[in-house]
């Protein structure tokens, strides 16, 4: 449990508290001698304060709300643990944003329902002061820094749904809203698909209930869901209750206990939240996709690689034919004369193969014997060859030497 607790001046005094009482209240506890007897201790010191006429007044201020660094835990919104039960948002450029936990290092606007507060008064958030538990107790700081009557809230809303139908870049879908006035009041709406298509609402239809007409930049799928993000009010809770602490005696006032969480509540009454069916884990049930079979154009089919055509070629009409044959079971008499055929055969085969080596041992002796005659014709042609041009050179100087006879 949580209790925000309002300051009007800053006072680090242990066993010291503030408070902030109308005229009216003052007069009370100045005549009641049994406050002024009884439930006054030294130790505890109590300020009187009257408030100016706007302080009397209720309205939604917000304060800047700061989670303490030395608190173990974050502030949990939504649950009813403050004597003053504010909300904290997230002030973004156009709407304040709810936030469900105070952030871990930076600053929210916390606005709630209560007395209308001076601006920079400081508040803090105290854990309970009943219970001996471990730990810092004060949870947030913060102070007021805004005056205002109501605070506008909003949080996040995101609609889906689903085409049932597609025409190019025109779909109608359905699922996303439940009558005809909704989708009316969506008309102009942004939706976007989850791979990122983004579209407009144009008209609702007549049926289904909630279906309506839509565009998008490009063709979606019937398996993309579209949704449609959009935020709506949150009202601030109505609850304001001040901490009377000291108006207990002085041995019950250490054991002051305000609001009970929920959780305490139902620990105590024994009650057990149901599982929400939406949250459980569900096997998954996908359809298998059956794609179309892939046609590349002619054109596109001769600017591509070899290794990426398309291959179609004859189809194997041995393949075909071995399918179609029927297996035969042969008797004792006929597997001895198959297997006989087949030693035959391979006799046959094992004898071609030695005629083939032999045959090719005969011809490379025989490459041999003529290629030795060859180098012999060609020297004994070298040898017959210089005997002739060395004669016919002798011929031809005799001849240049002998005189000419005219």
């Given at each position: 449990m949580v209790v925000v607790v309002m300051v009007v001046v800053v006072v680090v005094v242990v066993g010291m508290m503030m408070m902030t009482m109308t005229t009216q209240q003052v007069k009370g506890m100045i005549n009641d001698k049994v406050f002024a007897t009884q439930h006054l201790h030294t130790s505890t010191l109590c300020v009187p304060k009257v408030r100016h006429q706007e302080e009397?007044?209720?309205?939604?201020?917000g304060e800047r709300f700061h989670k303490d660094r030395d608190a173990s835990r974050i502030v949990y919104m939504a649950s009813p643990m403050f004597s003053i039960h504010p909300v904290c948002v997230l002030p973004l450029s156009i709407v304040s944003r709810l936030l469900k936990y105070t952030p871990e290092h930076v600053a929210?606007?916390?606005h709630f329902w209560g007395p209308i507060t001076p601006q920079s008064t400081g508040f803090l958030a105290i854990q309970d002061v009943a219970t001996k538990q471990p730990g810092f107790r004060i949870a947030a700081t913060g102070a007021v820094v805004e005056l205002d009557k109501?605070?506008?809230?909003?949080k996040k809303l995101k609609l889906i749904g689903t085409p049932?139908?597609?025409?190019k870049k025109t779909a109608f879908?359905?699922?996303?809203?439940?009558?005809?006035l909704e989708v009316a009041k969506f008309e102009g709406g942004k939706v976007r698909t989850v791979s990122g298509i983004r579209g407009q609402i144009k008209k609702g239809e007549v049926k289904p209930e909630g279906a309506f007409r839509a565009t998008f930049e490009d063709k979606i799928v019937l398996s993309d869901i579209v949704f449609c993000?959009?935020?709506?009010?949150?009202?601030?809770?109505?609850?304001?209750?001040?901490?009377?602490?000291?108006?207990?005696p002085s041995e019950h006032k250490s054991l002051w206990q305000g609001m009970k969480t929920q959780g305490q509540l139902k620990r105590e009454k024994g009650v057990r939240r149901d599982a929400e069916l939406d949250s459980m884990y569900t096997p998954i049930h996908r359809e298998e996709k059956v794609f179309k079979p892939l046609s590349i154009p002619r054109n596109l089919q001769k600017e591509l690689p070899y290794k990426d055509k398309p291959k179609k070629g004859p189809v194997d009409q041995k393949k075909n034919l071995e399918s179609q044959r029927i297996a035969v079971i042969r008797e004792p008499h006929e597997q001895k004369v198959a297997s006989l055929m087949k030693m035959l055969k391979m006799s046959y085969s094992h004898k071609l193969d030695q005629l083939k080596q032999a045959t090719a041992n005969r011809m490379a002796i025989h490459r041999k014997t003529i290629d030795r005659e060859e180098k012999r014709k060609l020297a004994r042609q070298r040898v017959v060859k210089k005997q002739v041009f060395r004669a016919?050179?002798?011929l031809e100087s005799r001849d240049k030497t002998m005189?000419?006879?005219r």
């Open positions: 009397l007044e209720s309205g939604e201020p929210c606007i916390a109501s605070a506008h809230v909003t049932y139908k597609i025409y879908i359905k699922g996303m809203f439940s009558s005809a993000r959009t935020w709506y009010q949150v009202d601030i809770p109505k609850f304001y209750t001040p901490v009377t602490s000291l108006l207990l016919k050179s002798k005189p000419r006879h």
